[in-house]
C-alpha cells in the first residue's frame, strides 16, 4: 500500500504523455514528472525550517521521474519514524513511493539520517534520496539540493 500514490500519479501521467512532452502528475507528496527542461521540485517538510527552502533540481535527462516524500510529522498517512520528509528519486514512481515510506521509518533523529540514507542506496534503481529531520538535513545520489526563497 506505500506505493499506490506514486503508482496512480504514475498511470496518470503516462496516460497524459501523447499529449505534452512536459507532464507533472503530483498525488499527496508523490510526483511523476516528465519534462524536457531542468525543474525544480520543492521539499515541503511541515514544521522544519528547511522547508520549502530546499529544493531538487531535476535534469530532464532523468525523466521520466518519481519524485516521492514520505513524512512521519506531515500529513494523515501512517509512518514508524519520524522525519519531516523522507523523499526518493527513482525510474518508478511507485518504487520512489515505497521507498520514501522505508526510508522515512526508519528515521527517529537526525542522528539515523546517515544508516537510512545508506540504506536507501542499496535499493536497487534507486537515482537519490534525501531525509529532512528538523534543521538537519542529509542527502545521496543523483541528488542537486538549490536553495530557495522563503
Not at 89 to 102: E, F, M
Not at 126 to 141: C, M, Q, R, T, Y
Request: net charge negative; with cysteine.
Amino acid at each position: 500500500m506505500a506505493a499506490v500514490a506514486g503508482a496512480i500519479a504514475a498511470r496518470v501521467g503516462q496516460g497524459l504523455e501523447s499529449l505534452s512532452d512536459e507532464i507533472i502528475v503530483e498525488n499527496g507528496g508523490d510526483i511523476y514528472l516528465k519534462v524536457a527542461s531542468p525543474a525544480t521540485v520543492a521539499l515541503f517538510a511541515g514544521q522544519s525550517p528547511l522547508s520549502q527552502r530546499v529544493g531538487l533540481k531535476i535534469d530532464p535527462e532523468l525523466s521520466p521521474l518519481g519524485v516521492c516524500t514520505s513524512s512521519g510529522t506531515v500529513g494523515h498517512s501512517l509512518s514508524f519514524g519520524r522525519a519531516d520528509a523522507a523523499c526518493i528519486l527513482a525510474p518508478s514512481a511507485a518504487l520512489a513511493d515505497a521507498v520514501a515510506s522505508g526510508l522515512g521509518n526508519r528515521v527517529q533523529n537526525a542522528a539515523d539520517i546517515a544508516a537510512a540514507l545508506k540504506w536507501a542506496a542499496q535499493v536497487p534503481e534507486i537515482l537519490g534520496a534525501v531525509v529532512i529531520v528538523g534543521d538537519k538535513l542529509g542527502a545521496w545520489g543523483r541528488v542537486e539540493l538549490v536553495p530557495l526563497a522563503g
